[in-house]
């Protein structure tokens, strides 16, 4: 990945950086996503993929894990 990585968290994080929170940032047409608390670990995906995930947390698909 080329130069620099601007990384954002979500507005519900709130304001205090001591949150843990995941990141998301885009680089070289790829979507990356960390959580704050494990920055060296990074995920890539592709815009349409994080869309068709997002939609399926927005549906309830995952609700089952966070038992």
Do not use: Y
């Not at 080329?2 to 994080?13: A, D, L, R, T, V």
């Amino acid at each position: 990945m080329s130069g620099i990585i601007k990384w954002q968290k979500s507005s519900f994080s709130g304001g205090d950086d001591n949150q843990d929170c995941i990141e998301l940032a885009e680089a070289d047409g790829q979507i990356l996503l960390r959580e704050s608390d494990a920055p060296d670990t990074v995920v890539t995906t592709d815009r349409a993929k994080l869309r068709a995930f997002l939609l399926g947390v927005k549906a309830g698909e995952f609700d089952h894990l966070a038992g």
